[in-house]
């Protein structure tokens, strides 16, 4: 019976860890979403602040490229703002989340859009924007409106990576959505927390393997030795 090479060792530690942090992610996750439906706000502050690190830790093991375990980790920076009460976390928050959409942007390359997809997006940007507008506090309009432009733009691309990237996009604008109307005093669905964290856990997951799959899916075959 042949020993494994190193570097099938090495593989196979990698993907057990990948499992186990994927695992985690599953457990906080549902934690977390437990604790939203029981209004424990104790629990939400223990469980929300591991979910990001866990998720990037399984894409790291998967060997994902620094950009995506920025975007994750600005994600969680945005997480632990938006713990905290006050217009300033706030805006801490929804600027960490701007700089994770910025690296997904980046992430997404020049791939061509569909055109009529982007037009869509764009139209939703201009009739949510406008109608937020007036019910916004002040200090928070142009931050808001800039904001919105950047996830926008990072939702209409995500598709260019398939339709895994492409949902993954939309549930985070879904997400945010939830919390500007929240911020503007829209009438909510029951527990809003809720359902702002569970689109938000899909979006990032499905963003970060649709840039897995459409990273391996491009990548140059090996030739035959």
Do not use: N
Request: charged share 15%; net charge positive.
């Amino acid at each position: 019976m042949r020993r494994p090479t190193p570097a099938c060792a090495s593989a196979a530690r990698r993907d057990r860890l990948a499992a186990a942090a994927l695992l985690g992610f599953a457990v906080a996750a549902a934690l977390d979403l437990g604790a939203l439906l029981a209004d424990w706000q104790l629990g939400h502050q223990i469980f929300k602040p591991l979910l990001m690190p866990l998720l990037a830790l399984h894409v790291r093991a998967l060997g994902a490229p620094r950009l995506l375990l920025a975007a994750l980790l600005f994600g969680w920076g945005g997480d632990v703002a938006l713990l905290f009460d006050a217009d300033a976390a706030f805006l801490v928050g929804m600027g960490s989340f701007a700089l994770g959409h910025v690296c997904y942007l980046v992430l997404f390359g020049r791939r061509p859009a569909d055109l009529r997809l982007t037009a869509a997006y764009a139209v939703a940007l201009v009739g949510t924007v406008g109608l937020l507008w007036g019910d916004l506090p002040a200090e928070l309009r142009v931050p808001v409106a800039g904001y919105s432009l950047l996830l926008t733009a990072m939702a209409a691309r995500s598709g260019t990576l398939g339709r895994t990237a492409g949902t993954g996009g939309a549930l985070f604008l879904l997400s945010d959505s939830l919390i500007a109307t929240g911020v503007a005093a829209w009438p909510q669905l029951p527990r809003p927390d809720f359902w702002i964290m569970l689109t938000y856990l899909a979006a990032q997951y499905l963003l970060a393997r649709g840039i897995l799959t459409g990273r391996t899916a491009s990548a140059p075959e090996a030739s035959p030795a």
